[in-house]
T-cell receptor
Framework: QKEVEQNSGPLSVPEGAIASLNCTYS??????FFWYRQYSGKSPELIMF????GDKEDGRFTAQLNKASQYVSLLIRDSQPSDSATYLC?????????????FGTGTKLQVIP | KAGVTQTPRYLIKTRGQQVTLSCSPI?????VSWYQQTPGQGLQFLFE???????NKGNFPGRFSGRQFSNSRSEMNVSTLELGDSALYLC???????????FGDGTRLSIL
């Protein structure tokens, strides 16, 4: 079982719709969770992070965390063609005084005009 | 505030050579992590430096090494290059390794 799993996609949504991206993780000791957006040929860009169970909203983005079920999701409301990118989920846990970070392989999102 | 700066942006080397990549973190950030990204493997963690000490290391051979200077700038060295080392090498900095990481633009390394 992979430590962090994401559906590779592509996930296709029409412009204006809600895109829902999911990520599951295996380590129950995981403490912090991040979503990065990566455009083709570019480096990952941090868009959201969440530490506690529940929802966290920032503009059109909402991160949702459920530690009991070991999943974290990212909702993108009013999806735009410029949101078309690969979205990487990253999970951190404390390991011997330092933070171990594991990335998922990403979900490719395509927003269709 | 300037972001994470990586140099060079592109490199072409041949098998057996060695290469050094540089990373300047965001001002005030003391933690620098290095990652290798390939289409097949995704983002793989190489190592993390904090206050000039390697604090964490991924599962890469000893040909991959790094260091961090007193100004938090970091370098990564790869010796005896192999074709499979062709990848995008990304550096990410964080205030202390516990806060979120921010990535540089990366160095794209091609091995011929």
């Amino acid at each position: 079982q992979k430590e962090v799993e994401q559906n590779s996609g592509p996930l296709s949504v029409p412009e204006g719709a809600i895109a829902s991206l999911n990520c599951t993780y295996s380590d129950r000791g995981s403490q912090s969770f991040f979503w990065y957006r990566q455009y083709s040929g570019k480096s990952p860009e941090l868009i959201m992070f969440i530490y506690s169970n529940g929802d966290k909203e920032d503009g059109r983005f909402t991160a949702q965390l459920n530690k009991a079920s070991q999943y974290v999701s990212l909702l993108i409301r009013d999806s735009q063609p410029s949101d078309s990118a690969t979205y990487l989920c990253a999970v951190k846990r404390n390991s011997g005084g330092y933070q171990k970070v594991t990335f998922g392989t990403g979900t490719k999102l395509q927003v269709i005009p | 505030k300037a972001g994470v700066t990586q140099t060079p942006r592109y490199l072409i080397k041949t098998r057996g050579q060695q290469v050094t990549l540089s990373c300047s973190p965001i001002s005030g950030h003391r933690s620098v992590s290095w990652y290798q990204q390939t289409p097949g493997q995704g983002l793989q963690f190489l190592f993390e430096y904090f206050s000039e000490t390697q604090r964490n290391k991924g599962n890469f051979p000893g040909r991959f090494s790094g260091r961090q200077f007193s100004n938090s700038r970091s370098e990564m060295n790869v010796s005896t290059l192999e074709l499979g080392d062709s990848a995008l090498y990304l550096c990410a900095s964080s205030l202390d390794g516990f806060q979120p990481q921010h990535f540089g633009d990366g160095t794209r390394l091609s091995i011929l």
